[in-house]
């Protein structure tokens, strides 16, 4: 089994929650190949703030502009991989802090010009995944990949996490977030999801913002091969032991014939 977590910037933000997540995430490592990829669009939005630079967000996606940029790669390359990466270590995780631009992982080109550089991702190597895995070592990726030309670009959290569970061939692609997983017209959660419920809940503009750039990305592993994709609450306690034990916890999104319990 190979698994992709996808953890959300509002969860690395507690460092109860942050620590308790990176001895899941170790004790799992020592057992079978895993990927983090990270996002930290809290704390994006409180650094461009503290500057006086207002956030935009589109469909979820938040509109790079050069000064964002340059805040991308500092706090969510930087500071919060370099965060990460020291708890995981301290849980003895053997981490290694990398981005989409290492060795050529993720290629992005610029989705819409309107978004500046938000990254559409084209492609993926994993050969850099596989190397450290094959070594022992724990890849913890960040948002940011590379483009041609030595230019590179602010990459959703959620596409990133798709790209690199695609190109490694994850079995499970879960997405850790601060909300229970995805919610009905009538705020209650959906225990099981297809890609035409999706499009339900999207066409009905149930799921918006976030949630939205994330039912994207599910759709978009399932499409691609990964078996099955969950999104749940980071917060619970044990949740990454207790979902990879079958327990029902958040969504879990699988192709139709899959999904049928």
């Not at 969860?11 to 990927?35: C, F, G, S």
């Not at 989409?100 to 309107?114: F, H, K, R, Y």
């Not at 061939?169 to 909300?179: P, S």
Request: include cysteine.
């Amino acid at each position: 089994m190979k698994l992709l977590v996808k953890l959300g910037g509002t969860l690395l933000d507690v460092d109860a929650i942050r620590e308790r997540l990176a001895r899941q995430i170790a004790a799992i490592a020592r057992t079978v190949p895993l990927v983090v990829v990270h996002g930290a669009g809290r704390q994006m939005t409180q650094y461009l703030a503290a500057r006086g630079i207002a956030s935009q967000f589109v469909n979820g996606l938040r509109v790079t502009t050069p000064e964002v940029l340059d805040a991308v790669v500092k706090v969510i390359a930087g500071s919060v991989n370099r965060q990460l990466v020291a708890t995981l270590n301290a849980a003895e995780a053997r981490a290694v802090g990398i981005s989409g631009i290492d060795a050529g992982l993720v290629e992005a080109e610029q989705m819409d010009p309107a978004l500046g550089a938000v990254g559409r991702v084209v492609r993926a190597n994993p050969a850099l995944l596989d190397a450290l895995l094959a070594a022992g070592f724990l890849p913890v990726v960040a948002c940011v990949a590379g483009g041609r030309q030595g230019s590179f670009y602010n990459v959703n959290a959620d596409q990133m996490a798709v790209a690199c569970a695609v190109a490694f061939g994850a079995d499970q692609l879960i997405f850790l977030t601060d909300v229970p997983g995805v919610l009905d017209a009538t705020k209650r959660p959906l225990p099981y999801l297809t890609p035409a419920a999706c499009k339900s809940l999207i066409a009905a503009g149930v799921a918006t913002g976030g949630m939205l750039a994330k039912l994207n990305a599910a759709q978009n592993a399932l499409r691609q091969g990964v078996p099955q994709v969950s999104i749940a609450a980071g917060a619970e306690a044990d949740v990454l032991t207790r979902l990879l034990a079958g327990e029902v916890m958040g969504t879990s999104l699988a192709n139709a014939e899959v999904a049928v319990q």
